[in-house]
């Protein structure tokens, strides 16, 4: 035989025939029922029955191994006529035999009745020995030698490429190199070198992309910093608060109903045309910026357009900086908490005119209660002058940060004239962002692979490594299928990024620049296979999904335009061949969306009742995408960031991390099998921790601390003090003018410039060593103080502290000072001034 088949059918054709054959053959050995003849008997099994043809040992004949000898053939095994019984000397060794049928010793040739093809068979004799190897033996598949070519590898462009093909013909067919550019030889080098040249582009480009200082590429840089953990910025939408004024009352029409749905289109000044219009894509595109509502309008009512604060028949009235409750004057039943109201000056303080007022004195709250009602649920009212009244209280995070004057007098120039009101409260808000939505842009349709691989050298043949050799001869090699690309572009340009806004959230905090790790894309798209329509999710990256979640990341070029990819069925579902694909989404980012107020003027929504549409504050909020210089700039430096607690120092810079948090002092405690960090928090601005907080500072820790590492958040001791100061004041200076300084100064509050006094929690820290002299050296500076002496330096109630010889006072780890200077709570640490001298 001159060649292997894999399927062997040579049986059964001379199983139908009048000729026989070699089935295969067996080797008596543990089966043997004497141990002296194992490997003795070999049962030749044939394909047909021989009939009345008897072979003896004539027509046998071995080949290979040892020499063996044969005692006697005998026809017939148990009743089966095809099976011949032979009996050997010895047995032979571990090699190969081959067993053939002969005509006769003197002729080799097969028998007349005999199919040549099955007159032989291979066998061994010790198939039943134990083998500490595998069965199955390597299959080495000689690599066929390919003859060497001189390739000038430097070539790199169109002429040097042809310049090395032509001189290869010359070699290897020198009738055919010519060079001339009529010949088709020549025609064809110059379109394989134009080929090369192509090829040789994109690998110079792949070659660039590949580095992170010489990636010219938006998604190669994002991709590249993704392997350092580094999120790329790709900016965020404008955001501020719309005010609509209306003519009448707009309910809904029907319970759990809106008048103005969330995504609901506003646009600055369009020349000619209405407050309010049908939505038109094309016509809003003309305008200079297109906000969106985000969240949906329940209802708007008339008396919400302008609401007066009521001053309780007082003159020349405004609510302090840091106020959280007013009084408005009127019932406003409708006025529910949980909505936004606004703080506007509508004209000057001293003049009365509109045009003086000052357009930065507007604040938006979000109110937390109304009250409208009183016991008897009926309206609130003066009990003086039965005015009707509503009480409001809105969100500590959005307290005033400007006094808000509500009625005032003009100077004497102007005639002493009574004005009021000077600012007014705003209902109908809602807060809008930045960007147009575009509905159903056709993204395409998932191309059919048209390219596969070469039989035996796609990504499957990995897994038929470990296949037997007979199997991988066997096997019929499929060419396998290239997944066709689809990377879909998004029509325009650029695509919104937003934070996700949440109901009931503080004004203070809608407004504010979010993270780059909390804005997202504003995309949706749906897949229609045909059978049926599927929503694909977009993700910030396709690493944390499996290979069944429709989602698809969004990458940002460096024009703006937004690829879509999506995923290979391991990371991420592949969309079938044939899909269709629909997006919607909102384009405009960064800071284009920073207006000024009262620039929105069009509401697009047909609604005749809305008169009115402008926004209170300014448009902010808005951060551009990180451009290449800044990626390539701070990627590299994330390496240099701490995100693991090892040592106290650790602890300290990561605590400071925690807004509360003014400073964290660490002990390492042994606690049995493991040692815990205690830390201690030192607050910002205020005396205690709270358990929350305790809590959150905690879960801070969670993530950076080493394993079988505990940490627990321990709670300051504040220790009050007691400070005496004698003070000499100079005898030219007024004694209660340098007690008011000193009291400025020596104060646990800011004072009038900002600075912090001298006795705020924010000037303490745990364990530290309060020193008696810098406290008489502010008090010597301040103007009319001659000297200072201290009479008083302990803790509070306590003279064995006294710190006075050593002019210093030590506190324990956990201990806090605390001077709180309140004259109703003395127990929270007192400084007194004794002067003497002055006038």
Same mark, same amino acid.
């Given at each position: 035989m001159i060649y292997f088949c894999c399927d062997q059918r040579r049986r059964e054709a001379v199983r139908n025939?009048?000729?026989?054959?070699?089935?295969?053959?067996?080797?008596?050995?543990?089966?043997?029922?004497?141990?002296?003849?194992?490997?003795?008997?070999?049962?030749?099994?044939?394909?047909?029955?021989?009939?009345?043809?008897?072979?003896?040992?004539?027509?046998?004949?071995?080949e290979g191994g040892a020499p063996v000898d044969v005692v006697a053939v005998t026809m017939g095994l148990d009743g089966q006529q095809n099976v011949m019984v032979i009996e050997l000397v010895q047995a032979g060794d571990f090699g190969p035999y081959r067993l053939n049928l002969v005509t006769s010793h003197l002729n080799p040739a097969p028998p007349p009745e005999i199919d040549p093809t099955?007159?032989?068979? @291979?066998?061994?004799?010790?198939?039943?020995?134990p083998s500490p190897f595998d069965c199955l033996t390597d299959c080495e598949c000689e690599t066929p030698q390919r003859p060497e070519t001189d390739i000038d590898y430097t070539a790199r462009d169109f002429h040097s490429f042809r310049r090395m093909m032509l001189d290869r013909m010359s070699v290897s067919a020198p009738e055919f190199a010519t060079g001339h550019p009529a010949d088709l030889s020549t025609v064809l080098v110059d379109i394989l070198a134009y080929t090369a040249d192509q090829l040789a582009y994109q690998q110079d480009a792949a070659q660039t992309e590949a580095y992170l200082n010489r990636a010219r590429s938006r998604i190669s840089l994002k991709r590249l910093t993704r392997l350092l953990d580094y999120a790329v910025?790709?900016?965020? &939408?404008? $955001?501020?608060?719309?005010?609509?004024?209306?003519?009448?009352?707009?309910?809904? *029409?029907?319970?759990? @109903?809106?008048? /103005?749905?969330?995504?609901?289109?506003?646009?600055?000044?369009? &020349?000619? *045309?209405?407050?309010?219009?049908?939505?038109?894509?094309?016509? +809003?595109?003309?305008?200079g910026a297109v906000y969106e509502t985000c969240h949906p309008i329940t209802s708007l009512h008339v008396a919400h357009n302008e609401m007066r604060f009521y001053t309780w028949s007082n003159g020349r009235c405004h609510l302090p900086k840091g106020a959280t409750s007013a009084t408005l004057a009127g019932h406003f039943p409708d006025l529910h908490a949980f909505t936004y109201l606004a703080f506007e000056e509508i004209m000057g303080a001293t003049t009365g005119n509109q045009a003086d007022r000052v357009l930065d004195h507007r604040q938006i709250v979000l109110l937390v209660n109304v009250q409208v009602l009183n016991r008897d649920n009926e309206p609130l009212t003066d009990p003086i002058t039965g005015e009707e009244i509503t009480l409001i209280e809105w969100h500590e995070r959005d307290a005033l940060r400007f006094p808000v004057c509500i009625s005032s007098e003009t100077a /004497?120039?102007?005639?002493? !004239?009574?004005?009021?009101?000077?600012? %007014?409260? $705003?209902?109908? *808000?809602? +807060?809008?962002?930045?960007?147009?939505?575009?509905?159903?842009?056709?993204?395409?349709?998932?191309?059919?692979?048209?390219?596969?691989?070469?039989? =035996?050298?796609?990504?499957?043949?990995?897994? !038929?490594?470990?296949?037997?050799?007979?199997?991988?001869?066997?096997?019929?090699?499929?060419?396998?299928?290239?997944?066709?690309?689809?990377?879909?572009?998004?029509?325009r340009a650029p695509l919104t990024f937003a934070p996700r806004y949440l109901a009931g959230e503080p004004a203070v905090d809608a407004l504010q620049i979010p993270l780059p790790s909390e804005t997202f894309p504003a995309i949706t798209i749906? =897949?229609?296979?045909?059978?049926?329509?599927?929503? #694909?999710?977009? %993700?910030?990256?396709?690493?944390?999904?499996?290979?069944?979640?429709?989602?698809?990341?969004?990458?940002i070029e460096r024009d703006d335009r937004a690829y879509l990819r999506f995923g290979d069925n391991e990371f991420g579902r592949r969309?079938?061949?044939?899909?269709?694909?629909?997006?919607? #989404?909102?384009?405009?980012?960064?800071?284009?969306g920073h207006i000024g107020v009262d620039k929105l003027h069009h509401l697009a929504l047909n609604m005749p009742e809305v008169t009115g549409v402008r926004n209170i504050t300014a448009g902010k909020g808005g951060r551009n995408r990180e451009t290449h210089a800044a990626i390539r700039k701070r990627a590299p430096f994330l390496f240099k960031t701490q995100e693991r607690a090892v040592t106290r120092e650790d602890y300290q810079t990561l605590g400071r991390r925690v807004e509360w948090v003014q400073d964290v002092s660490c002990a390492y405690v042994h606690t049995g099998s493991w040692i815990t960090t205690f830390a201690l928090p030192d607050p910002k601005g205020r005396v205690g921790v709270g358990d929350g907080q305790r809590v959150a500072l905690r879960e801070h820790y969670e993530k950076f601390r080493l394993a079988a590492h505990d940490v627990?958040?321990?709670?300051?001791?504040?220790?009050?003090?007691?400070?005496?100061?004698?003070?000499?004041?100079?005898?030219?200076?007024?004694?209660s003018h340098v007690r008011q300084r000193l009291l400025s100064l020596f104060s646990p509050k800011r004072q009038a410039n900002g600075a912090l006094g001298i006795l705020h929690p924010d000037q303490?820290?745990?364990?530290?060593?309060?020193?008696?002299?810098?406290? +008489?050296?502010?008090a010597q500076n301040v103007d009319g103080v001659i000297a200072a002496k201290a009479t008083r330096f302990r803790r509070f109630g306590d003279p064995r502290t006294s710190g006075l010889e050593e002019r210093k006072l030590l506190f324990g780890r956990t201990e806090i000072a605390r001077v709180d200077n309140d004259a109703s709570h003395p127990g929270n640490g007192v400084f007194l001034f004794d002067l003497e001298g002055g006038r």
């Open positions: 025939s009048a000729l026989n054959g070699i089935d295969f053959v067996e080797v008596v050995d543990l089966e043997a029922a004497n141990p002296a003849d194992r490997q003795r008997f070999l049962h030749l099994y044939l394909v047909n029955d021989p009939g009345g043809m008897v072979y003896t040992e004539d027509n046998l004949r071995f099955l007159a032989s068979v @291979t066998f061994s004799f010790k198939v039943e020995c910025d790709e900016g965020c &939408n404008a $955001r501020c608060f719309c005010h609509f004024t209306v003519s009448s009352d707009i309910l809904p *029409m029907a319970p759990q @109903t809106v008048v /103005i749905p969330q995504g609901s289109a506003v646009c600055t000044r369009l &020349n000619e *045309m209405p407050v309010t219009f049908m939505r038109n894509n094309a016509l +809003l595109a003309q305008s /004497i120039e102007e005639g002493r !004239r009574f004005i009021e009101p000077i600012s %007014v409260a $705003r209902g109908n *808000m809602v +807060l809008v962002d930045h960007g147009q939505t575009l509905d159903d842009d056709e993204l395409g349709q998932v191309p059919a692979s048209h390219l596969r691989w070469a039989p =035996g050298k796609g990504l499957v043949e990995s897994l !038929r490594k470990s296949a037997a050799c007979a199997d991988k001869q066997c096997e019929q090699e499929q060419a396998e299928t290239i997944p066709a690309v689809f990377r879909p572009t998004l029509t749906e =897949g229609d296979d045909g059978v049926e329509v599927l929503p #694909y999710l977009p %993700v910030p990256d396709l690493l944390a999904s499996d290979g069944t979640s429709r989602v698809f990341a969004v990458e969309p079938l061949s044939g899909t269709t694909f629909t997006a919607r #989404y909102r384009v405009g980012v960064g800071t284009a627990d958040v321990s709670t300051p001791v504040y220790v009050p003090l007691e400070i005496t100061l004698h003070v000499c004041v100079a005898p030219n200076a007024s004694k303490f820290r745990a364990g530290q060593i309060l020193h008696l002299s810098p406290l +008489l050296a502010a």
